[in-house]
């Protein structure tokens, strides 16, 4: 069974696709990947995939669960598959295949995993403008961090130029201090060598006066 519908460029069908045949053939344990490339041939044949290139049939994950769903042993027999043909971004033709009667198992988790998907949109929705706060908040702190840091910066510049300064006037000072030390026992020895070079007669003199 096959219905065509175009809209807006995509091309829907449905086919009823058989699995026993291929997957016969080979082992138990490659069953359920014998049923998958199965629907991408059949697929890539009757959608008019150019090459046969089976990289252009995309498969829903619903329908890969419903293959899967007895295990790798036991693929089903058939599968009822609406094929969308549509053009992707990079403007080629790609053959999207979905199922088109699921069974009540997948039809609750699929429902489930919406009613997630709308949640997390709306808990994002939410969050919006507090995130646009917060992150003016963050960009407050982050300037105030900024100008204190500054401050900072210039008051230690400040010290250790006072420090320079003061260690400079030290040093200074000692020298000084060192220089007027020097002087004195300069002279203080030049007077000491005036005093032995003299006789003993003069030095007698110069004690009576």
Known sequence: ?????????????????????????????????????????????????????????????????????????????????????????????????????????????????????????EAVSEKKPETTTETEQKAEKAEEKQEKQAEKEAAESKESEEEKKEKIASVIEAGEKAAKSEHKLEKHKSDTALTKKQPKHQFRKALAK
């Open 1 to 121: 069974m096959s219905q065509e519908t175009s809209q807006t460029g995509k091309i829907e069908r449905e086919y009823v696709i058989p699995l026993r045949e291929k997957c016969r053939i080979v082992p138990r344990y490659k069953k359920a990947n014998r049923a998958i490339k199965t629907i991408k041939e059949f697929l890539a044949r009757h959608m008019k995939i150019r090459d046969r290139d089976l990289g252009k049939i995309k498969i829903d994950r619903y329908l890969n669960e419903f293959v899967w769903l007895r295990g790798i042993r036991k693929p089903p027999a058939k599968v009822k598959v609406k094929a969308i043909l549509e053009k992707d971004s990079k403007g080629n033709e790609v053959v999207r295949a979905e199922l088109a009667e699921m069974p009540e198992k997948l039809k609750f988790k699929k429902a489930r995993e919406e009613r997630k998907e709308q949640k997390a949109l």
